[in-house]
């Protein structure tokens, strides 16, 4: 799919890059760019043909957050229409995180405001050593809102505090300090570190990764007891079940690539 502000391609291994193209307003994003973000979001997790999400930005930011026409739009916005814009971002960062299908931001650039949570969102982060990060809306005398779950779940409360209430700006070190991305490289090296990590992905059971990023909230969100114990106990057993289970083991002990693996 190529649209003027997203850029979609699929190669014949199932990766799937998705390419937000507003350069030159440092893809910062409206109403409309979230609406079709989601769109595509959710016609990638319905194609079977792909297997692993790139989220990767052009020119020289990652993003910027909220827009500076849509920022104006807003000023004169009723309650119920703040509402109703404020849950479509929550709806854009709810289906990136739970997207069924491992996601990679590659994140080349300054990512601010709602940038930061893109970044949070997906499973795994990489940045460039020219990134800088910043949780900006409190200098306007707003919140970080919806993204706020997701940013807090990736850095920790304690990191939260400071940054959701300072509006500092930080870099790629400090990011890679708080655990918002994963891996820090630099700037020419980024397409080939997300290669990596992304062939590596290629390489795992499908329905497997997708059980897995299940299984990780599952655990993140509840006690070690009784009910957790039996839970994860099911999930194993049913994956040992599986056809995807079944082909793994075999192709392990027969010393031969599974069949998901192309090539």
Known sequence: MTTETILTQIDERGLATLTMNRSELHNAFDDLFIAALTTELRRLEADDSVRVVILAASGRSFSAGADLSWMRRMADYTREENLADALGLAELMRTLSGLGK????????????????????????????RATFCLSEVKLGLIPAVISPYVVEAMGPRAARRYFQSAEVFDAAEAHRL??????????????????????????GPHAMTAAKA???????????????????????????SAEGKEGLSAFLEKRKPRWVKG
């Open 102 to 129: 491992p996601t990679i931001a590659a994140v080349q650039g300054a990512a601010y405001g709602g940038g930061v949570g893109l970044v949070a969102c997906c499973d795994v982060a990489i940045a460039s050593r």
């Open 179 to 204: 655990g918002l991305v994963h891996e820090v490289t630099a700037e020419e090296e980024l397409p080939a570190a997300v290669e990596r990590l992304a062939a590596a992905l290629l390489a795992n």
């Open 215 to 241: 299984l990780v909230a599952r655990v993140a969100s509840g006690p070690i007891d009784g009910a957790m114990i039996r839970d994860t106990a099911e999930r194993i057993a049913a994956a040992r079940a």
